[in-house]
């Protein structure tokens, strides 16, 4: 059984920051890369950054430069730092994560999700 566990979302101003992290139980399978994604009503949901199993860090060019995603490795955790909000940065933020299962191969998992509400 895989989980994945999110927080850290909220209610701030614009210019606040945020951090949400994201936590992947897994009974005894791998974890590979992991990712934060967005979605506002009527859209796609969209990456916002990923990092690998090894630590590799890609964030997209909407948020370069103020967010940031780390990973804690050895605890399956990824973290989020989000600076300098505005309100388009308004959305639900999902965690997902690859997660290696035998016989299955990789599969994708996802968070519940975590409401961010930038506004003053």
């Known amino acids: 059984q895989v989980q994945l566990v999110e927080s850290g979302g909220g209610l701030v101003q614009p210019g606040e920051s945020l951090r949400l992290s994201c936590t992947a139980s897994t009974d005894d399978f791998s974890v590979g890369a992991m990712g934060w994604y967005r979605q506002v009503p009527g859209k796609e949901r969209e990456l916002v950054a990923q990092v690998s199993r090894e630590g590799a860090e890609d964030v997209e060019d909407f948020v370069k430069g103020r967010f940031t995603i780390s990973r804690d490795k050895d605890r399956n955790i990824i973290y989020l730092q989000m600076n300098s909000l505005t309100s388009a940065d308004t959305a639900v933020y999902y965690c997902?994560?690859?997660?290696?299962?035998?016989?299955?191969?990789?599969?994708?998992?996802w968070g519940q999700g975590t409401q961010v509400t930038v506004s003053s």
């Open positions: 997902k994560a690859l997660v290696w299962e035998t016989l299955r191969g990789w599969k994708s998992y």
